[in-house]
């Protein structure tokens, strides 16, 4: 699917005034939807992102999940799993954590270039945030690891 714009977005200014002028704010329903279209390729690619990111470190992420419960163990014990869906579940709640920071830092970042007009001003807010969605994102798996830890 190319992102070809609409033909003929306005209608000719010859036309009557309708009841509805002026209700999307001067946009035709068809600059909406190219707009709506638009936000909905970005949002995609956001997620694509944020899912390829979580692939690329998923090991690592999980290894430092499970540090804790590996060193409660004695040493030269194997850490097993004794249901079927355990190691699933724990990628998947990894991943999920992960990916919900990846996609919330683009989305706050995108927003914060809507907002303000200068891009380096947009960058320079976003620090702070994405200095706290980094340490929420290592405090969530640490408190995830420990609950494993638990004896």
Known sequence: MALVPFANKRAPASQSPSAFDGLLADFSILERLDD??????RSALAVCVGIAVGFAFINQVVDFLLEPTRRTLPP???L?????GEAFGIYIQVALIVWGHVVAVFEAHRVSLGVHVDA???VMAQVPLILLMVGYTF????VLGQVL???
Do not use: D, E, N, S
């Open 36 to 41: 709506f279209r638009r936000r909905l390729v």
């Open 76 to 78: 030269g014990a194997k």
């Open 80 to 84: 097993i799993y004794t249901q079927p």
């Open 120 to 122: 380096r001003r947009a």
């Open 139 to 142: 405090t969530g798996l640490w």
């Open 149 to 151: 830890a638990a004896p």
